[in-house]
């Protein structure tokens, strides 16, 4: 991936210019339209399915595992649903064998899961914990003797809990970077792919602003953006350690829900309103990691309150990369207005409707202006969708089955909108559906299930949804119908 340049991102913004360099490869004529063909994606288009650690594997206090701040956070009364916690989870720790069994029968061709920093090192930083990498090493084998592909994340919010000041201190970028280093040399001889960090958001705003996630803390917004800055500082010094340790042919990239706004309608004015929503509204992380620069209306705006930046660190967040991540939930729109930035960023009607969980908004446009804003933007050279999917009420019926219609419903508007960006020509490499099973929902427990495969807790047994049926002909066609 290559950092955008002044004079593309100058021609990006000139809009009709931009968006007439942008030739499909393919275009729907009638003819087509009227001998409709199923929405068949590119040959080796990589479908998958996306994992985190403390949302499934359990065994926190097995082979030399600490606590990382999500348990701390979840054992404290009141900060999750029902008081639930990851300590059992999906208990993949264990059954990851069958995990893999069940990538195998949907026909997946690669699987994201992330590694727990708290079994690799317990302290955080100091004496690594080997038995925590032994456990990877079988996951990884299990994979590849089901010529699965492994992707690894290798930060997913858990967090060491013995790392003083938590992301706070600075110090936690370099044991980030340490770690990282650590875990690639040992694994890149058999995995090619990482992803540094998943969504930046989630962990900062939500762990130190609104307290919501862990560590829960409510911090004022110049703390904020200093925990903001060692995010993305964290994944840059991450991308140069991995380069540096990591077997020759190791691609690296991050996992990002940046905002992507949807042009309320498809005319070149809100077009371009959405470009410059997208570009401004993702100033602490995407934007600043692809373009290795802070706005200055962000600076501006933030301040007394702008990230402390030290010489150099601008350049290292800026590391080229080989693959944007992008996780897809919910949608925004903008329109073009005649305010200085030139857009606004509309509200919600209040029938706007949406998944199991409320904030999941239902806007499969989303899927497709990610990857063609960031493509065109940043002229990005590979994509991946690292996450996408929805919650639902499933419900296991007399049958033994679940039927989840809606689920389906979500996931082919989705996808039938991803077809239109890689029929367009944008560089998607692959698609990882969120998720492989029902697992630990942060805040909110196992009240909220995203699998595809539901998992009933008390027996651990996994059953799969009419969604995992719908997505194996999905995979088995490499097209959506
Ligand atoms: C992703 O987060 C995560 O990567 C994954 O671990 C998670 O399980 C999955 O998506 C599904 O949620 O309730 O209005 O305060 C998505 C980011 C962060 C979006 C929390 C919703 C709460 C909004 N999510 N946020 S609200």
């Known amino acids: 991936m290559i950092p955008i340049s002044r004079r593309h991102f100058l021609a990006s913004l000139a809009g009709a210019t931009a968006l007439a360099s942008y030739q499909p490869i393919r275009k729907s004529t009638w003819a087509q339209m009227a001998n409709p063909k199923p929405l068949s994606f590119p040959a080796n288009f990589m479908w998958g399915c996306a994992t985190a ?47 893999v069994k069940l990538l195998r029968n949907l026909g997946a061709k690669c699987y994201r899961f992330s590694i727990s920093w708290s079994r690799i090192f317990p302290d955080g930083t100091g004496q690594p914990n080997p038995k925590g990498l032994d456990y990877y090493q079988r996951v990884v084998d299990e994979l590849l003797n089901n010529e699965i592909v492994p992707y690894i994340t290798l930060f997913h919010w858990d967090l060491p809990q013995a790392l003083p000041g938590g992301w706070q201190s600075r110090d936690t970028c370099k044991a980030f970077a340490d770690y990282a280093a650590y875990v690639t040399a040992r694994l890149s001889d058999r995995v090619h792919h990482f992803f540094t960090i998943n969504e930046f958001g989630c962990f900062t705003d939500d762990g130190y602003e609104t307290g919501e996630f862990a560590p829960g803390l409510k911090l004022a917004p110049g703390e904020v953006n200093q925990v903001r800055h060692h995010g993305v500082l964290a994944h840059g010094m991450a991308v140069r350690a991995i ?65 402390k930046v030290k010489a150099g660190d601008m350049e290292i967040i800026g590391s080229p990369l080989d693959f944007v ?48 804003l960031v493509s065109e933007m940043w002229k990005s050279r590979a994509l991946y969708i690292t996450e996408n999917g929805c919650s639902a009420d499933d419900v296991v019926n007399h049958e033994g089955r679940i039927e989840d219609t809606d689920r389906v419903m979500f996931l082919r508007s989705y996808l039938t909108q991803l077809h239109r960006a890689a029929s367009e020509g944008y560089p998607i490499k692959g698609y990882f559906l969120w998720s492989l099973l029902d697992n630990f929902e942060w805040a909110d427990g196992y009240s909220k299930r995203f699998g595809i495969h539901y998992v009933d807790y008390k027996t651990q047994r996994r059953i799969p949804k009419l969604s995992a049926e719908w997505y194996r002909e999905v995979i088995a066609k490499n097209a959506v119908e």
């Open 53 to 99: 650690a403390y949302q499934i594997e359990g065994a926190v206090n097995e082979d030399g595992r600490k606590p990382s701040i999500w348990d701390t956070f979840s054992h404290t009364p009141g900060k999750t649903h029902n008081g639930d916690t990851g300590d059992i989870a999906d208990d993949s720790y264990h059954l990851y064998k069958e995990d």
């Open 243 to 307: 380069r540096a340790r990591a077997k020759s042919g190791t691609e690296i990239g991050l996992a990002q829900n940046a905002t992507i706004f949807v042009p309320v309608i498809e005319t070149a004015e809100h077009i371009e309103a959405a470009r410059r929503a997208t570009r401004e509204e993702n100033a602490p992380f995407l934007t600043a990691v692809l373009e290795g620069k802070y706005r200055d209306s962000y600076l501006q705006r933030e301040g007394e309150n702008a990230p």
């Open 325 to 372: 991540g992008l996780n897809v939930y919910d949608p925004a729109y903008a329109r073009s207005d005649s305010s200085p930035q030139g857009y606004a960023i509309e509200d919600f009607q209040t029938s706007f409707p949406h998944m199991a969980s409320p904030w999941l908004r239902i806007g499969p446009e989303g899927i497709y202006w990610a990857v063609r």
